[in-house]
C-alpha cells in the first residue's frame, strides 16, 4: 500500500515523543546555563601552568626550557627566559619565565605542550566560558592569569594529578636523599681531611724540613 | 523491494538545442546544502542539468605545506580537522604511514583502541551523512536529529577518552596517547548495546518510506567502470556493486581477526547508498562486538617512540586506511631530518566529488543537492 512506509515512520517519530515522558534516558538535552552535564575528567580545552604552594610567582613549576614553544603546532606559546635562578620544587636554582603568553585565539587545545613538558609544568584547564570583548589583548594570557595551583589541576583532572604528584615525590624523596647522601659524603670527608690536617699538623711541627715543594 | 516499479524510472537526457538559452546558477559557496563552503556552476535546460562545474578551495587551509614545515608529532593535530567528523580515522591513517616509514611496531592492545575507535567513528559519520542526506531531502530534522542523538553518546566517549569530542589527537606513531579510562569499557558496551535499535529505529523511519524512494531511486547513477577509473572508494564505489574494502584488500591493523561482510549495492543510486550506509553500520556494530570483549592487557606504545626528536631514515611510505568516506592515504617522504620532505593527503571526499558532473547530468537541479549529499562529503578534507 502506498503510504504504508510513511506509516511505520510516523509510528517511530510517535514512539519517541510518547517515550519521552516516560523513560529519562530519551531525553538528551540539558537547558544549559541553569542545567550543567557532569564534567567529563579527560576534558581539555586550554593550557594553564601550574604552581606548587601559596605563591603563584615562587612556586610556579616552569624552567622556561622553551620545549613547549619550540614543539606547539600552531605556534601560540611566548617565552621570556629570566636572566636570574629561582629555586624549583626541590631546590635546585632553575630559570623561570619571565614572561609567558599563550594565545588562545591560536591554541588549537591539542594537548602536546603538555605532553613534551618534561616538568610537569603545564597542563590542559576545562574552563570554557572564556568569552571576551577584547579579540586581541583579552585572548592572550599572560603568567599571572595562566598560572593555577597545583590543588587546581587535582580538582579538575583527579586521576593524572595523582599520578603526578606520586611521580614528583618520588623524585623530590630521590633528590633529598641523594642530597643527604652527599651532605653526609661531604661531612665524612671534611671531617676526614680535618683529621688529616690535624694529623699533618702533628708531625708538620717535627721535621718541618722534610716538605718539599 | 517491492517497488521495482519506482526504481525503474529514469530520467531522459535532453539534447539541448542552442547554448544560448541555458541559465547559469551558481550553487554555493553559501548555499545551504553545501556542507560547508563549495560553489557548483550548474547550467540549465529548464529543470535540467546540462552542465556542472564543481568550484573547490574555499576553505584551503595549506594543510600539506605546514606539515612539510613542523615535525612529524606536530601534523597530527591539523590531521583532526582534515574530515572533522572522523578526527579518529586521519589520526589512524597518518601514524600507519610514519609507522610504515620508520618501521615501528604497534602493541597489540593499541591495535585494539584503534579498531575501537575507527569503527565507533564510522558509525556516527555514516548516521549522521544519513542524516544530512534526509535534512536535504526536506525531512527537516527529525532523521538528523536521531543521528546526532546517537552520535553524542559516541562523541562522549571519545571525549572520555582522548579528552576532545571531535579534535581527539588521539593516535601516536606506535600506538595511542593514553589508556582507557577506568569504566570506559563498560559505558562503550552500554552505547554499542544500544546501537541495533538505534539502526533498526533508522530503518522503520526512512528504508520503505515512499518519498525516500521517490526521490533517491533512479537518481544519479554511478556506473561501476566510471566510478573506478575514477579512483572512487568507499561507500559511492561499493554502491556501484564493485567489490572493495581495504579492510579487507589491504589487511591493515587487525581487521583479519574479525569476522564482518562487506555489503555491495547493485544499482549505484542514491538509495544504494543510503542502505548501504546502514548495513555498514551494522557490519561495524558486529566488529565492535567482537573487539570489546577481546582486548587484550598491555602497553599501548611502542616503548621506542618518543614525543620528541622523531626524525626517521630517508624513504617514502603510503599509508591507507578504509575510512568512513572512502581510501584515506597519507603519502610520504622522509629526507632524515625532523619535518618531512614531502606530505600528501589522498582525501576520499575530494576524489569521490570529482565524478559530480558525471551523475548529475540530465537530473532535474533539486536533485544535484540530493546527489551531491549522498556523496558524503567534509569540505576540511576535500579543500585541505
Not at chain 1, 614572561?99 to 584547564?125: H, L, N
Not at chain 2, 605546514?66 to 580537522?81: F, H, N, V
Not at chain 2, 593499541?110 to 526536506?138: K, W
Amino acid at each position: 500500500m502506498l503510504g504504508e512506509g510513511i506509516l511505520k515512520g510516523l509510528a517511530e517519530t510517535a514512539k519517541n515523543f510518547a517515550g519521552s515522558f516516560v523513560s529519562e534516558d530519551r531525553l538528551t538535552t540539558v537547558e544549559y546555563p541553569e542545567q550543567r552535564l557532569l564534567p567529563i575528567e579527560n576534558t581539555r580545552d586550554f593550557p594553564f601552568l601550574v604552581y606548587d604552594g601559596e605563591d603563584p610567582e615562587a612556586g610556579l613549576r616552569c624552567v622556561s626550557c622553551q620545549i613547549c614553544e619550540k614543539e606547539c603546532p600552531p605556534k601560540c606559546i611566548y617565552i621570556v627566559k629570566s636572566t636570574d635562578k629561582k629555586p624549583d620544587y626541590v631546590g635546585k636554582p632553575q630559570f623561570y619565565p619571565a614572561r609567558f603568553d599563550i594565545d588562545i585565539s591560536v591554541c588549537m587545545s591539542c594537548q602536546i605542550c603538555v605532553e613534551v613538558c618534561p616538568f610537569e609544568a603545564i597542563k590542559m584547564d576545562t574552563e570554557f566560558e572564556l568569552s571576551t570583548d577584547d579579540r586581541f589583548g583579552g585572548l592572550i594570557l599572560d603568567k599571572h592569569k595562566l598560572a593555577k595551583s597545583n590543588e587546581h589541576f587535582q580538582r579538575i583532572h583527579p586521576t593524572e594529578a595523582a599520578e603526578v604528584d606520586a611521580r614528583l615525590a618520588e623524585e623530590k624523596e630521590k633528590v633529598e636523599a641523594k642530597a643527604k647522601a652527599a651532605a653526609e659524603a661531604a661531612a665524612a670527608k671534611s671531617a676526614a681531611e680535618a683529621a688529616a690536617r690535624k694529623a699533618d699538623a702533628g708531625s708538620a711541627g717535627s721535621n718541618a724540613e722534610g716538605v718539599k715543594p | 523491494m517491492s517497488d521495482l516499479a519506482i526504481r525503474s524510472y529514469l530520467p531522459p537526457v535532453i539534447e539541448v538545442e542552442s547554448q544560448d538559452e541555458l541559465l547559469e546558477v551558481a550553487m554555493g559557496p553559501h548555499h545551504p546544502s553545501t556542507h560547508g563552503v563549495f560553489r557548483m556552476d550548474v547550467a540549465l535546460d529548464g529543470e535540467r542539468v546540462v552542465r556542472l562545474k564543481p568550484v573547490f578551495g574555499y576553505l584551503h587551509r595549506n594543510h600539506e605545506k605546514i606539515a612539510e614545515k613542523t615535525t612529524y608529532l606536530a601534523s597530527m593535530p591539523y590531521t583532526d580537522r582534515l574530515d572533522y567528523f572522523c578526527s579518529m580515522t586521519n589520526n589512524w591513517a597518518y601514524a600507519l604511514a610514519v609507522e610504515k616509514l620508520a618501521g615501528i611496531e604497534v602493541p597489540e592492545r593499541a591495535e585494539y583502541l584503534r579498531v575501537i575507535t575507527a569503527e565507533l567513528t564510522r558509525i556516527q559519520n555514516h548516521a549522521s551523512a544519513i542524516g544530512f542526506l534526509l535534512q536535504e531531502m526536506g525531512a527537516s530534522g527529525t532523521p538528523l536529529m536521531y543521528a546526532f542523538r546517537e552520535r553524542e553518546k559516541i562523541l562522549d566517549l571519545f571525549e572520555s577518552l582522548s579528552g576532545s569530542r571531535m579534535m581527539c589527537n588521539y593516535m601516536r606513531f606506535g600506538g595511542c596517547r593514553v589508556d582507557l579510562p577506568a569504566d570506559w569499557l563498560d559505558a562503550a558496551k552500554l552505547v554499542v548495546a544500544g546501537l541495533p535499535r538505534f539502526i533498526d529505529e533508522i530503518e522503520a523511519l526512512l528504508t520503505s518510506n515512499e518519498i525516500l524512494m521517490a526521490r533517491s531511486q533512479g537518481v544519479g547513477i554511478l556506473k561501476p567502470d566510471l566510478a573506478v577509473n575514477a579512483g572512487v572508494t568507499g561507500v559511492m564505489l561499493r554502491a556501484t556493486g564493485v567489490n572493495y574494502d581495504l579492510r579487507k584488500v589491504d589487511h591493515y591493523g587487525i581487521y583479519d581477526r574479525f569476522s564482518f561482510r562487506v555489503p555491495l549495492g547493485e544499482h549505484g543510486d542514491i538509495y544504494d547508498r543510503y542502505m548501504l550506509r546502514v548495513l555498514e553500520m551494522r557490519e561495524s556494530v558486529k566488529i565492535l562486538e567482537q573487539a570489546i570483549p577481546q582486548l587484550p592487557d598491555g602497553p599501548i606504545l611502542d616503548p621506542k617512540s618518543k614525543p620528541r626528536g622523531f626524525r626517521p631514515k630517508p624513504g617514502e611510505a603510503y599509508g591507507r586506511i578504509e575510512a568512513p568516506k572512502g581510501e584515506l592515504g597519507f603519502y610520504l617522504i622522509s629526507d632524515g631530518t625532523g619535518n618531512p620532505y614531502r606530505y600528501r593527503v589522498r582525501p576520499p571526499s575530494l576524489i569521490n566529488l570529482t565524478i559530480l558532473e558525471d551523475m548529475c547530468l540530465g537530473q532535474n537541479v533539486a536533485d544535484v543537492v540530493l546527489i551531491f549529499g549522498s556523496v558524503d562529503i567534509v569540505l576540511g578534507e576535500v579543500d585541505r
